[in-house]
């Protein structure tokens, strides 16, 4: 079949996975930092983390004095690659001399790279501005005031961001250190695709620094898990939460264009780029780059629960000081949702809501269109767990990309995304189709 389409990070996979691991502290000093300035003294394979606490002191690049892109490799390497093993040496070598990735200052298990991130010196970020081909915004002014709403934007653009500089520096650092299951398939241009991932993770950098400069007490960052544990799923992954910040980046734009429009044009050209990213990872899958004609509307609340409840660890950041509602876990049972109408399958745990099923609806939200409600069917309970189906007419109402399942309170309007997040209790599924 052309189109393999999948239910990706049902949720059902993301919050019960037990072998996902926090991006470790892995028992290196912080002096990465250093190495990005000054001479580089270990050789590529003394230097590669092990996933056991080897030194990441050091960087792996054999061209450090090199500029960004001058020194790629000619070949990938691929057939020489060793298989199987979790601490040898990888085949790739990136070009860049940005080399943050690969560490993680070891006295906190939260993310705080080496090169500072997410407090970066003017060395630190005149690095990171070469990686990611551009640099944060050096317009002047006079400093906008924000509504206590359009700080809350700021703090979930930076909750995301950071989110995103974890996952991808873990992705990177996967690939670099040759963790089974995280080579690059062979049909792949390795030093593209390493290219590629570096200028993400350090565009990911200036996003989370531009949103959380802008707040009178910026966030700090968290410990994460990842349900991931190879290449493919990694990329896929990296498509569905690129699809709910597409969704979600709306609804920022939709507040700040209230008071302050001219910050509407910083959200945009973020749109945009995350599009560029997700066309990537959508081909990297075989899914034609552009999923829909217009992406699918998400709300704040629905970003904020999914991050959550699938990356964020509990307790290990304060969100108390971000005034976003964290809904309660929906997930989708069925594993893989393919083209054509169909029924699906979806979970929730009910002890937590004062209330019975008939008081809910299912919504499926898709594109720019009304959002879809629906009663929940064939209800069955047992203990605390309610399993429902709901109709899934792939077809019929062309469900492409992105599709936000969520469970509302009944009653109130459900014409739009924002009063479907207002009634939600529980959600989102992220529901993903070619
Ligand atoms: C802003 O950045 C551009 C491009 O890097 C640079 O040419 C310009 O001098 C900078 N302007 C100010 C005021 O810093
Ligand atoms: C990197 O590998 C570790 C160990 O296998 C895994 O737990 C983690 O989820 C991986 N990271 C990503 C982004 O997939
Ligand atoms: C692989 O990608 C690099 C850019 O990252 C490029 O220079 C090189 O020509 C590509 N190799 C092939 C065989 O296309």
Do not use: W
């Not at 990611?132 to 359009?150: R, V």
């Not at 390493?194 to 200028?199: E, M, Y």
């Not at 507040?255 to 945009?268: L, Q």
């Not at 990356?311 to 108390?320: E, L, N, R």
């Amino acid at each position: 079949m052309a189109y393999r389409a999948t239910a990706l990070l049902a949720l059902s996979g993301l919050a019960s996975f037990s072998n996902a691991k926090p991006i470790q502290s892995y028992g290196s000093t912080a002096s990465g930092s250093d190495s990005s300035h000054g001479s580089m003294t270990s050789t590529h394979e003394s230097s590669m983390p092990s996933s056991h606490g080897g030194s990441l002191a050091s960087s792996y690049g054999s061209s450090m004095a090199s500029s960004y892109g001058s020194a790629m490799p000619s070949s990938n390497g691929d057939s020489d690659h060793p298989h199987g093993s979790m601490t040898s040496s990888s085949p790739y070598s990136a070009s860049s001399n940005y080399q943050s990735f690969p560490t993680q200052v070891a006295t906190s298990k939260n993310l705080l790279l080496s090169n500072g991130f997410p407090n970066l010196s003017p060395q630190a970020l005149s690095a990171v501005n070469n990686a990611a081909h551009g640099t944060l915004s050096n317009a002047t002014g006079p400093p906008p005031s924000f509504s206590p709403d359009e700080l809350t934007n700021f703090q979930l653009v930076a909750f995301n961001e950071f989110f995103e500089v974890a996952f991808f520096t873990s992705l990177l650092t996967n690939i670099t250190s040759g963790i089974s299951g995280f080579e690059i398939p062979a049909h792949l241009n390795s030093s593209f695709i390493l290219d590629t991932l570096i200028a993400v993770q350090a565009q990911e950098e200036l996003h989370a620094i531009n949103a959380n400069t802008k707040l009178p007490i910026p966030l700090k960052t968290c410990e994460y898990v990842f349900p991931t544990s190879n290449f493919n799923d990694a990329i896929a992954l990296a498509a569905t939460f690129t699809d709910v910040v597409l969704g979600t980046l709306q609804d920022v734009a939709v507040i700040f264009a209230a008071k302050n429009p001219e910050v509407v044009r910083g959200v945009a050209a973020t749109i945009g780029q995350e599009g560029e990213q997700n066309g990537f990872y959508r081909a990297l899958q075989n899914k034609i780059p552009s999923a829909q004609p217009f992406l699918t509307a998400s709300a704040r609340d629905f970003a904020f629960s999914a991050l959550n409840q699938n990356f964020v660890v509990a307790g290990s950041c304060d969100v108390s000081g971000i005034d976003l509602k964290i809904f309660e876990v929906l997930s989708l049972e069925t594993a893989n949702v393919g083209l054509g109408d169909q029924t699906i399958t979806l979970s929730f745990d009910i002890s937590d809501f004062h209330g019975t099923t008939e008081d809910l609806a299912f919504v499926l939200i898709s594109g720019q269109n009304v959002p879809i409600v629906q009663d929940l069917k064939n209800v069955k309970q047992e203990g605390n767990k309610v399993t429902f189906d709901a109709d899934f007419l792939q077809q019929t109402d062309l469900l492409f990309g992105l599709t936000i399942g969520a469970v509302v309170r009944k009653g109130g309007d459900l014409a739009t995304v924002d009063q479907v997040a207002d009634a939600a209790i529980f959600g989102p599924a992220l529901i993903e189709v070619a």
